[in-house]
């Protein structure tokens, strides 16, 4: 299937940094990519949708202001968490469409974040 | 009501079972379902899509769709304790393009 990568792949950091996120498709191109974060024992639960060349479409109840998203290449999406804090501590994924038009989506391997 | 509902479980089996896992989803319009299976600290690895009401089978694995009833399930023949994760099943909702909302997944844990 498709590959799709994420660095850095664990994160410590402290209260009131930024910490940024890569998510690259690595053998394919993208133009859509999704933010999911997971909490301990908890579903995914997707963030935004990252679009290619346009703004991120950010699910309710989502702080676009707080976790920024810039899609500018077809093969990277970067997601910022801007001022972290404890409690956005959790399980970050990307995930892409192996190809445009398709529902079938690879995941990136995660990046587990710590906010001391 | 959540979108998609799946018992938490554990769902315990011993080696060379059938594992039986089962997913109801609320939005009647949903046309693309999916199976992943999440190891501990891992993300979620696809094991099979679903689009048409019936069975599909690859490998070991089977799952089954009734729009009518609005469940989608997945077997697993000839369990192995590798199987032994939690089992995710996501929807895309109708008129959502590529927008996966998952339920809380299944544990499953293959006994040898």
């Known amino acids: 299937g498709a590959v799709v990568s994420q660095h850095p792949s664990r994160v410590i950091c402290k209260s009131g940094t930024s910490v940024k996120i890569e998510c690259r498709s690595l053998d394919f191109q993208a133009t859509t990519m999704f933010w999911y974060r997971q909490f301990p024992k908890q579903s995914l639960m997707l963030m935004a949708t990252s679009n290619e060349g346009s703004k991120a479409t950010y699910e309710q109840g989502v702080e676009k202001d707080k976790f920024l998203i810039n899609h500018a290449s077809l093969t990277l999406s970067t997601l910022t968490v801007t001022s972290a804090h404890p409690e956005d501590s959790s399980f970050y994924i990307c995930?892409?469409?192996?190809?445009?038009?398709?529902?079938?989506?690879?995941f990136g391997p995660g990046t587990r974040l710590l906010v001391l | 009501q959540k979108e998609v509902e799946q018992n938490s479980g554990p769902l315990s089996v011993p080696e060379g079972a059938i594992a039986s896992l089962n997913c109801t989803y609320s939005d009647r319009g949903s046309q693309s379902f999916f199976w992943y299976r999440q190891y501990s600290g891992k993300s979620p690895e696809l094991i099979m899509f679903i689009y048409s009401n019936g069975d599909k089978e690859d490998g070991r694995f089977t799952a089954q769709l009734n729009k009518a009833s609005q469940y989608v399930s997945l077997l697993i023949r000839d369990s192995q304790p590798s199987d032994s994760a939690t089992y995710l099943c996501?929807?895309?909702?109708?008129?959502?393009?590529?927008?996966?909302?998952f339920g809380t997944g299944t544990l499953l844990a293959v006994q040898p």
């Open positions: 995930s892409a469409p192996s190809s445009v038009g398709e529902e079938t989506q690879y």
């Open positions: 996501a929807v895309i909702p109708g008129g959502a393009t590529n927008k996966l909302i």
